[in-house]
């Protein structure tokens, strides 16, 4: 079984903030998907659903998560279409919202939990908590809480990439808030001048915080901006997880290529307010719930990919890896008092 899907670009969005993919389309392309890949996109799509769903109950409920929570609930679509598209040896680099970006690379659900919660099984030994996890072992090179932080470390990895001549490519996620930044200015620039194999990939949920993006640019679409760097820029459907791996499986074929990096931006929405503790109220109720229709795995499954019945085992399937991943991480032990200074090299 294989699916032939077409991808559609962003011209323009609706009164409530939608893109108009349903009333100003352009045709993008075809390409078909064999169902091993159609499985993978649905299941990875439903590990971040259901991993985020848990963590906020445990933030609320139980208070075992310290510090801030920035979930990723209803971006998956984002995160699982671009890596469902990479090598275990590529790269990530990720956000202060990045527990899609870790597990739609491969991480294990216990080990994020863990972290989460501060625990001594989790990636950082528990020192990283929610916005700074990272996995070396699966070269995701870590998320941080500074906006823009890991944009140019893409560009390093890239640089590395191609300095020993391998084809490894890049994935970079930051927020159309960080698009602002001048550190992404500079490495895109300098990536389009070296040609380096990295997809800058924008998810652009229409709020930087509590800002919406309307009130800080005048373009409609921030992948406008790539032709200045001189390098392709695509919009698509961050709702849609075909449209994403379609747009996604361009850019890493270009990269591994040796044709340089591509702007990819995915109008998105994330289900709750920017952490924990917002309760979004800056975001008018209608937008949100016209929003809240599109949700990606939703979408995935009134398209009939793949049978009804295939799709109840995975949601199943999953939900019993989060449950074993929360006795996992509650069992887990804190750091020793004596572990503070370890694995600190400044």
Known sequence: MSLVITQYVSVGKTEVGLPCFFCENTLAGTMEVPKEKLIQLYTTMVRIRQFEEKAY?????????????????????VASGVCANLRRDDYITSTHRGHGHCIAKGAKLDRMLAELMG????????KGGSMHVADLALNNLGATAVVGGMIPSAVGAGLSA??????QVVA?????????????HESLNLAAVWSLPVIFVCENN???MGTRVSNIMLLENISE?????GMPGTTVDGMD???VYKAASEAVERARKGNGPTLMECKTYRWRGHSRADPGLYRPKQEVEEWRKRDPIRIFREAKHLPEEELNRIDSDVEAEVEAAVK????????DAEDALQDVFA
């Open 57 to 77: 109950d445990l933030f609320a409920r139980a208070a075992a998560i310290p510090g801030p929570l920035h979930l990723y609930a209803g971006q998956e679509a």
């Open 225 to 229: 901006r790539a032709p200045g760097y």
């Open 162 to 167: 191609k300095m020993r001549g391998t084809d």
């Open 206 to 208: 229409l709020y930087a």
């Open 328 to 335: 996992f991480a509650t069992e887990s032990p804190y750091p």
């Open 119 to 126: 625990k001594k099984t989790g990636y950082c030994k528990g």
């Open 172 to 184: 970079c996620f930051f927020g159309e808030g960080a698009s602002n930044n001048g550190v992404f």
């Open 241 to 243: 997880v075909m449209a």
